[in-house]
Structure formats: C-alpha cells, structure tokens
T-cell receptor, first 116, second 113 residues
Framework: GDSVTQMEGPVTLSEEAFLTINCTYTATGYPSLFWYVQYPGEGLQLLLKATKADDKGSNKGFEATYRKETTSFHLEKGSVQVSDSAVYFCALSARGRGGGADGLTFGKGTHLIIQP | DTGVSQDPRHKITKRGQNVTFRCDPISEHNRLYWYRQTLGQGPEFLTYFQNEAQLEKSRLLSDRFSAERPKGSFSTLEIQRTEQGDSAMYLC???????????FGPGTRLTVT
C-alpha cells in the first residue's frame, strides 16, 4: 500500500538557519503530494502541495519539489523563524473512485524547534 | 468564511459506553473525511463520503465504528462499546471533487477511562 517516510525529529535549529525536512513516498500511480503543518494547540493546516512530477509547491517561504525519479518531496526554507516551530507532516493522496482525492496517507510528522 | 467545525472538542467516557462526534464541513464541500491521530503519529484515514455516499472505509474502521452523512452536509462518527485503545484525536476534513486539498477541523479528543 501507499506509505510516506519522513525524517525523525525533533529537529532543532537556530533562527535564520536553512531548513530541510526529508520526505519520501511509496505509491502506485501518480499521487498528489502535500505538506501540512500543526502549530502548538492548533489544527492541521495545508502548507503547500504539488500535483504532478516536477511541480514546485511554495507558501510562506517554504518550498518543496515533486521528484518522481527519487519519489521525494523534501521541504525547504532558506531562513527559519521562531514562529515556524511546529510539527510538519508530509502526505500523499491517490486519485480514487470518481476522480477525486481519496484519504490522505501521512508520515509520522517531524517536530521542528527554532531557537532564537 | 467558516472552516470545518467539530463537536465536542473533548470527550471523556468510560469503557463500554457509546460516543458520537459531529463534523460540519466547509459549505459546498462535497467530500468529507474522517481520520484518527494518536500521540506522536500522523493522522490515519478512516473513511470518506462524497455527498451522502460513503465511498471508502479503512481496515482500521472496526465494526464498532459507524459514520453517516445523511443529507450530504454534516457527518457523525459513532463508536460503540468504547475501548481504551480508542483514545485518540478524531479529525474531520472536507474538500471538493477533484480539488485534492483537504481542510481539517480542530478535532475531537477522546479519552476512554
């Protein structure tokens, strides 16, 4: 079945450091890929997405590129802030019956801690 | 612009009792999803609806779990004869056909004592 693997946390960085959170996936066909973020005490929020190979999703300074050849969707940010401290989830969605998205398959999450 | 809402936000129940959760999706979203999230893990898919039709159920959804979306708007998730292993955060999300994105509610935290 489908699966998502992301790097173990917690990841601790200093403010303004470069961030990479690795994500690789296993899926049949051509899934859509997502990064969701969960800030302390809040619900899951969509951060960015990519729906086909070589697409780059971007939002709030974060970027991720859909790499079909390496089945990866790594999250990057050039300069992190304390406010980026959160849990980040990589997820995929396979196209199901009716043509729309079936349930998301999530990784276990990576806890990011940014120190001032 | 209201997002996905869930009620209640917290539920404490004794083992063996039945519980029911409600989810109100974003209006005009015809897809509605239920997930379960335990501490330190990512959400796990349980089931989803397109309008009132339940199109897929995960193997995680035992016979004690049932979900409905009778009029294609709000949905309920019922757990019968709760067990301690049912303690988790139950998340609801909604989306549109072919839209891919799913928008999540705040969740209902269930504690079974």
């Amino acid at each position: 079945g489908d699966s998502v693997t992301q790097m173990e946390g917690p990841v601790t960085l200093s403010e303004e450091a470069f961030l990479t959170i690795n994500c690789t996936y296993t899926a049949t066909g051509y899934p859509s890929l997502f990064w969701y973020v969960q800030y302390p005490g809040e619900g899951l929020q969509l951060l960015l997405k990519a729906t086909k190979a070589d697409d780059k999703g971007s939002n709030k300074g974060f970027e991720a590129t859909y790499r079909k050849e390496t089945t990866s969707f790594h999250l990057e940010k050039g300069s992190v802030q304390v406010s980026d401290s959160a849990v980040y989830f990589c997820a995929l969605s396979a196209r199901g019956r009716g043509g729309g998205a079936d349930g998301l398959t999530f990784g276990k999450g990576t806890h990011l801690i940014i120190q001032p | 612009d209201t997002g996905v809402s869930q009620d209640p936000r917290h539920k404490i129940t004794k083992r063996g009792q039945n519980v029911t959760f409600r989810c109100d999706p974003i209006s005009e979203h015809n897809r509605l999803y239920w997930y379960r999230q335990t501490l330190g893990q990512g959400p796990e898919f349980l089931t989803y609806f397109q309008n009132e039709a339940q199109l897929e159920k995960s193997r995680l959804l035992s016979d004690r779990f049932s979900a409905e979306r009778p009029k294609g708007s709000f949905s309920t998730l019922e757990i019968q004869r709760t067990e301690q292993g049912d303690s988790a955060m139950y998340l609801c999300a909604s989306g549109i056909l072919l839209g891919h994105e799913q928008y999540f509610g705040p969740g209902t935290r269930l504690t079974v004592t």
